[in-house]
């Protein structure tokens, strides 16, 4: 027991790899959990881990994306085990993949409040105040994005703001309420905020992911005037941000950090992305565990509902049987990056939020940003009127221009839609209410008697 607990717990530093300078230097050894931060170099050190962290295999490096979209309805799983469980909306309290994802987001949650914790107190004069507001400011940034996800995933969930080495020493806390959880994930957006420059960096947290993150999670706790607003400040920086077209063109031909991206994470040979071999076909060296429905291969092929996000699935025919599979995540080195925040997410939020307020304006509400994106897939305006007709065509065009990213099933489950979409997509599927948030796994309950079971699991 002891072992598991040191394995789930433990806080060792690393780097992580990028093409950046901050993010591409060589690999150094762990530094003491006992005193790992005391000057600019492990202050950066302590910092690159946090990134590592957040790509890690159980958060944005594969499982927690694949929680957006393998209960969409639109996915089929190809092999057995824990995916098909959650293809089926068959949500178990054992189920690994829930447990790989808790450790790995609470673990990003301690590398964050090592930084936090700790770099305040450095007296490095090579650490100017300008860099440790930044690199405080890029932690209170990742740690605010970690309690999101869980939160949407979990609901309220355990507060832990001071770092730990290990279950011994963590603080004895019960579960905070979703409005408490959402509350924290504020506070450390707004000290964020301050503390961090207004520039672009498409891979490093600045002030302008975390108006992305404002933009989302207003949206979240249907905040409609505060989430329309902190979109604008990102679709209005033109010059950029842009809906780039084709649409493939932020993707494609081994892109990375286009004009359409807020924030992405990005991987490398000694650091690769795990979903890409999960979701490419064998021919292209995948293993092809789980594939777009043929439902959902129909709507992206379908010209008038997709458009060029077509491009987000492609196909292999062998002996005269085609199988699609997703290419969102297509390069044979595995250095796909992982994409957190989008311009386009910006333009459907706003949309949303300004059909919630009743401006649905085809020049300058909800359908005039609907249609932009619409627009730049290369399909014709929407012809949706009235509010309901709005937010349903708004929910639909979500679907399609995220098919690969953590937002399908979360979208259901915010807006309350989950049952009457999924079982209308497939009788066989049945949700039930509890189901709309994830159950605690059962592990993390029987390591620590303070965490407490969602209802009903």
């Known amino acids: 027991m002891k072992l598991i607990k040191y394995i789930i717990f433990s806080f060792l530093l690393s780097t992580l790899s990028s093409c950046e300078k901050f993010l591409t230097t060589e690999p150094v050894n762990a530094v003491s959990d006992e005193n790992p931060i005391y000057d600019k170099g492990s202050s950066e050190t302590a910092l690159r881990a946090v990134y590592r962290q957040m790509g890690n295999i159980g958060y944005y490096g594969e499982t927690y994306v694949t929680f957006g979209y393998f209960p969409s309805g639109d996915i089929k799983n190809l092999t057995t085990g824990g995916s098909a469980n959650l293809v089926n909306v068959n949500f178990r309290t054992d189920e690994v993949f829930f447990n790989t994802a808790w450790i790995a987001i609470y673990n990003t949650i301690n590398r964050a409040n090592q930084v936090i914790s700790k770099v305040p107190g450095v007296t490095d004069p090579l650490l100017t105040p300008a860099l440790k507001n930044q690199y405080i400011g890029e932690a209170k940034f990742i740690r605010a994005l970690a309690y999101f996800d869980l939160a949407r995933a979990w609901g309220g969930v355990q507060l832990i703001l001071e770092p730990t080495i290990s279950l011994e020493n963590r603080p004895k806390v019960k579960r905070s309420t979703l409005a408490e959880t959402y509350a924290q994930v504020q506070k450390d957006l707004e000290d964020a905020e301050v503390l961090l420059p207004d520039v672009v960096n498409r891979i490093r947290a600045t002030r302008r992911t975390v108006w992305a993150l404002r933009a989302r999670l207003h949206l979240y706790k249907q905040e409609w005037a505060l989430a329309e607003e902190y979109a604008t400040r990102l679709i209005d920086k033109t010059a950029d941000y842009t809906l780039v077209k084709p649409f493939s063109a932020w993707f494609a031909n081994n892109v990375t950090a286009s004009r359409e991206s807020i924030f992405e994470l990005q991987y490398s040979v000694i650091n690769p992305n795990a979903i890409r071999i999960q979701m490419q076909h064998s021919t292209n060296g995948g293993q092809y565990r789980y594939a777009p429905n043929d439902r959902f291969v129909q709507l992206l092929n379908d010209p008038a509902v997709s458009g060029g996000r077509s491009a987000l699935i492609g196909s292999v025919t062998q002996s005269g049987i085609t199988n699609w599979f997703g290419n969102l995540y297509y390069r044979k080195d595995a250095t796909d990056p992982t994409y957190i925040f989008r311009i386009a997410e ?51 065009e979500r679907r399609i221009e995220f098919a690969w990213e953590a937002h399908r099933w979360f979208d259901l489950a915010r807006t309350g839609r989950a049952k009457v979409v999924l079982e209308a997509l497939d009788p066989n599927t049945k949700v039930s209410a509890h189901e709309y948030v994830f159950p605690i796994p059962v592990t993390q309950i029987q390591l620590d008697p303070n965490l407490e079971q969602n209802k009903d699991y």
């Open 346 to 396: 910006m333009y459907l939020i706003r949309a949303e939020a300004r059909a919630q307020l009743n401006n649905l304006s085809a020049t300058s509400g909800a359908l005039s940003d609907l249609n932009q994106v619409r627009d730049r897939a290369g399909i014709l305006p929407s012809t949706a009127a009235g509010k309901d007709q709005i937010l349903l065509a708004i929910e639909n």
